[in-house]
């Protein structure tokens, strides 16, 4: 397992480098020079030249580098040229919301995919998987942002069941919180819950014309046994890699489903940062993000380790 | 995407004639193929309406009709117009001519730099294959809006940079595909031969490998241009692709957040967005299955 793990992490490093090496390089690629091009035309002498000292912009790159890196590692990622405000203040404000937001989508998608893939293996070219697969189709071609205006249209607006906006810590007021989070979840998750469903679909379609299946029912266990006991959970497998896999998409989607519903996530961090030129800001949320979506691959990796006996053999 | 296998006309014993009906029999299946044939149909149709924009929308995108403000869908107005009193639906037909120029514009792009990289990266091979591909992992490794946000960043607003932005988040796919189909093919018979013939690098990868890796391409290609449409639709719902009052569908999104009454304002450009996705989609599926030939055996 530690073997695993150690050479695991030592496949994830170089793309660690080129990460971080690509998000330090945003400034450089800047047109021009940074310093005009973050503070405005309208900056003084003495406040470019106190950026430039300030971001190491008159040193060599590799040496830029090095230092943004070490700073990055130290947990400094500067401060926002619009508030004053650390860098690393901002982030650990604006985690909780997207973190609290992914989960939520996946235990959404969870919930509706996985039962629903099962459903449409086991009831196979009926209706019913029929109409399960045109609705993960459509899931899956809606735009999160479309998903989240529908969703506010007919649960807040026309019905009034839900909020459309605002964020209450959980610990603060759990229900608040929750009924605050179900439209952005559900919104995030739906295509999650598309792609779920399909992979259910498929792997318990597999795994059910396996020939311990066959001897299971042989064995006259009860149906519900063999699909959810013998079925599902040989089936789980590649499921939890699709989960994995699309950590990436889910933080990406989270840009704009905090946009819909004014959370203030890390997404919203990036595009208010776009706004307002505020690169350090861009550059630490981005970071956060990209290395959140490593280490989940790195536990995704595990997780097969820890639930396929072949691999840990 | 490795499943794909097609037989195109860098096969040692497939002349150029040969190659052509290759892809002629794979329209042929793709015609047959019910949700390709159905999505090319919607393509088409899509990108005739947005053709004949001029033609066909019943106002100019930017005339606005002080007596109807947030008027709902009727004969004057059918999809109903938005906050300033502009029609919707001409809107949307004009929209359309964005969201194609973004798609083949950036899918173009990313097929013609991705495959120049991946091509150069498989046949080189060595160092140089090492430092590019560690620079597409490290590329990959960023969800496809967070990194055409980090470009737009860096270029700022606007339908050219945004096209840039989804050109660039494409190259790695596209160099990472390429790469891998290069790996196998450069020791091919026909590639040893034409080096064995004299034939120089450009040459061979360009008139040996590259047919024999163009067909999975294509079917990327199809299926990146639904992810290019939705990047697309998000740059401009967060105001950072096209700027107004250049019309786009998910431009039109972000104005009728602040009329939820106005449901025609939400409701038909979203549901324009999905209905070019599925068709994208389902043109995709198509073509995979079409020049899959495993599977068309």
């Known amino acids: ?313 | 995407m490795s499943s794909v296998i097609a037989r195109g006309p860098g096969d040692a014993d497939a002349s150029p004639s040969q190659s052509i009906s290759v892809y002629g029999q794979a329209f042929r299946k793709l015609l047959r193929h019910k949700l390709g044939r159905s999505g090319l149909a919607v393509l088409v149709f899509m990108s005739l309406v947005a053709i004949a924009a001029p033609l066909l929308a019943p106002y100019d995108p930017t005339t606005v009709f002080y007596e109807d403000f947030l008027a709902a869908p009727s004969w004057r107005h059918w999809l109903g117009t938005d906050d300033v009193g502009r029609d919707v639906l001409s809107r949307i037909i004009y929209g359309a001519q964005v969201s194609f120029q973004v798609i083949t514009v950036s899918v173009v792009g990313s097929v013609i730099v991705g495959s120049a990289v991946g091509m150069i990266s498989g046949y080189v091979g060595g160092r140089l294959d090492h430092v590019l591909m560690r620079i597409v992992d490290g590329m990959l490794a960023f969800p496809m809006l967070v990194l055409a946000l980090g470009v737009i960043a860096i270029l700022g607003p606007g339908l050219t940079n945004a096209m840039i932005a989804i050109t660039i988040v494409n190259i790695p796919g596209f160099a990472r595909l390429v790469r891998g189909q290069v790996l196998s093919a450069r020791n091919l018979d026909f590639v040893v031969a034409a080096r064995a013939l004299g034939a120089s690098d450009v040459r061979i990868m360009v008139h040996h490998i590259w047919p024999k890796v163009a067909g999975n391409v294509i079917v990327y290609a199809s299926l990146r241009g639904s992810a290019a449409l939705i990047t697309e639709a998000s740059l401009a719902f967060l105001g950072l692709g096209v700027q107004p009052p250049t019309p786009s569908w998910g431009g039109m999104l972000t104005t009728s957040m602040q009329y939820w009454n106005a449901w025609w304002m939400s409701v038909f450009p979203g549901a324009a967005i999905c209905i070019m996705v599925l068709a994208l989609n389902f043109l995709g599926d198509g073509l995979r299955d079409a020049l899959d030939a495993r599977l068309s055996e």
Not at chain 1, 228 to 236: F, P
């Open chain 1, 1 to 313: 397992m530690r073997r695993y793990l150690i050479s695991r992490f030592i496949q994830m490093l170089p793309v660690a480098v080129v990460v971080s090496f690509l998000v330090f390089s945003a400034t450089l690629l800047l047109p021009g020079d940074p310093a005009v091009t973050i503070l405005g035309e309208q900056s003084t002498q003495a406040q470019r030249l106190a950026l430039r000292q300030q971001m190491g912009l008159d040193r060599s790159i590799p040496e830029q580098y090095l230092r943004w890196l070490g700073r990055m590692l130290s947990g400094d990622f500067g401060a926002s040229l619009s508030t004053q405000e650390p860098v690393a203040q901002m982030i650990r404000n604006r985690t909780p919301v997207t973190v609290e937001l992914s989960i939520l989508s996946v235990i959404f998608g969870v919930l509706v995919g996985i039962p629903a893939g099962v459903v449409a293996a086991v009831k196979r070219n009926t209706w019913i998987d029929v109409a399960a697969s045109l609705t993960a189709m459509t899931g899956l071609a809606i735009p999160y942002f479309w998903a989240g205006i529908l969703l506010i249209m007919v649960f807040s607006v026309h019905l009034g069941w839900l909020p459309s906006s605002g964020y209450v810590p959980f610990f603060v007021d759990p229900v608040a919180n929750l009924k605050a989070m179900l439209l952005p979840a559900i919104t995030l998750g739906s295509g999650l819950a598309a792609l779920i469903m399909r992979q259910t679909r498929t792997s318990m379609l597999e795994v059910l014309s396996a020939d311990y299946i066959r001897t299971a029912r042989a064995k006259g266990a009860r149906e519900p046994r063999v699909v959810l006991h013998h079925g599902l959970r040989n089936a789980l497998l590649p499921v939890i890699t699709v989960i994995g896999l699309q950590i990436g998409t889910l933080l990406g989607g989270a840009v704009v489903t905090e946009t819909v519903f004014s959370l203030s996530g890390l997404g919203r961090m990036i595009v208010e940062g776009i706004f307002q030129r505020d690169f350090p800001s861009i550059q630490g949320a981005i970071l956060v993000i990209v290395f959140s979506i490593l280490v989940v691959n790195l536990l995704t990796d595990l997780s097969y380790f820890v639930l396929d006996k072949r691999i840990s053999r």
